[in-house]
């Protein structure tokens, strides 16, 4: 099971970046996929998950209006899209993948995830 995230980088407050999470060696489509952000001295905090099917969504409130989950299980890869960057966003972002069940179908909790790719960096200037 490997997850590989990419398409962080540099970008000014305003712009927009979208981040791919691709998985191989299992098939996606089981799994719920959540990203993840830690910031220096932070804690590492949920920012939005999707569930197996895409049916259901999770987001921050710090991200909500601004970041938009998807995902593609015929290229099992899921994606963050992310628009009205702002300082407070800098982060290494981190995709992470669970087979668990949830009632609503998706978690904030990284605790609840058992597969995680190696991040991101994400940095907005202001």
């Known amino acids: 099971v490997q997850l590989q995230a990419s398409g962080g980088g540099l970008v000014q407050a305003g712009g927009s970046l979208r981040l791919s999470c691709a998985a191989s060696g299992f098939t996606s489509d089981y799994f719920a996929i959540g990203w993840f952000r830690q910031a220096p001295g932070k804690e590492r905090e949920g920012v939005s998950c999707?569930?197996?099917?895409?049916?259901?969504?999770y987001y921050a409130d710090s991200v909500k209006g601004r970041f938009t989950i998807s995902r593609d299980n015929a290229k099992n890869t899921v994606y963050l899209q992310m628009n009205s960057l702002k300082p407070e966003d800098t982060a290494v972002y981190y995709c992470?993948?669970?087979?668990?069940?949830?009632?609503?179908?998706?978690?904030?909790?990284?605790?609840?995830?058992?597969?995680w790719g190696q991040g991101t960096q994400v940095t907005v200037s202001s």
């Open positions: 999707i569930s197996s099917t895409g049916g259901s969504t």
């Open positions: 992470a993948a669970t087979r668990r069940r949830f009632s609503t179908g998706v978690s904030p909790n990284r605790n609840d995830f058992d597969y």
